[in-house]
């Protein structure tokens, strides 16, 4: 499988497919890049070059007991791209990867990042404080971070519920999902994991948005019950220079996987835009 050993050591696993032009996918938490499947194969066959790595500490890179912040998140990719010589790319970021991307793009990305795209991101800040008063409370992260140290296992079964909206009146829920969900966080470093629940819910990103000047494609949905689109997406189109959003009545946190069909419509459109 490829890897690739970065400054520090840590060997970081990732998927080159493909020719053409590149699009970069970052998974969210506690994810892989496994997550970004019906993407990868749907852009492979539209002629562009796909890539995704196992963030540090999750799924098949080394389980490392550092580093696990977004300022070395996005250092991570930043040494992936330029190892690849990758140019004029496309980042696309789910969750947590949203942020990836964006604070990526903003401090790292000059002259090699064509395009972003941020989808149910954590963008601009999570957390409830002072300058962000209609934020989720602390002590919901604090009972996810009690759950992925004490009880990961069925935590992660339980999670799938709220992340891909099964618990909906009506919804068609897909146990396959579930488990593959499941697989791929229990592949993880539970220290990485618990260490990336702050590094999600309290990262401010509010300066990384204003800053970046490349056109920014916002994707979330209305009914994303992980991370609210009414104080994350919907907000963090209004700080971009270049940002356009595309929120989506109904559709649940996970919605990459369960609405691939029109996530990858939408994306196709703005790639070749």
Known sequence: MSTLKLKDGTEIYYK????????????????????????????????????AHDRRGHGRSEQ????????TYAADVAEIVTALDLKDVIHVGHSTGGGEVIRYVAKHGKDRVAKAVLVSAVTPIMVKTESNPDGVPMSVFDDI?????HHRQQFYIDLTLPFY?????????????????????????????????????????????????????????????????????????TLLQNGKLISYPGFPHGMPTTEADTINKDLLAFFES
């Open 165 to 237: 909206g099964y618990n909906r009146e009506g919804a068609k829920v897909s146990e396959g999902i579930q488990r593959n969900w499941w697989r791929q966080g229990m592949n993880g470093s539970i220290k990485a994991h618990y260490d990336c629940i702050k590094a999600f819910s309290e990262t401010d990103f509010t300066e990384d948005l204003k800053s970046v000047t490349v056109p920014v494609l916002v994707l979330h949905g209305e009914d994303d019950q992980i991370v609210p689109f009414e104080t994350t997406g919907k907000v963090a189109v």
């Open 16 to 51: 080159d497919w493909g020719k053409g032009q590149p699009v970069f996918f970052h998974h969210g938490w506690p994810l892989s890049s496994d997550d970004w499947d019906a993407q990868m194969l749907f852009f492979l066959e539209k002629g562009y070059r796909v890539i």
């Open 64 to 71: 490392t007991p550092y580093g696990h912040n977004m300022d």
């Open 145 to 149: 971070r009690n759950n992925t140290a």
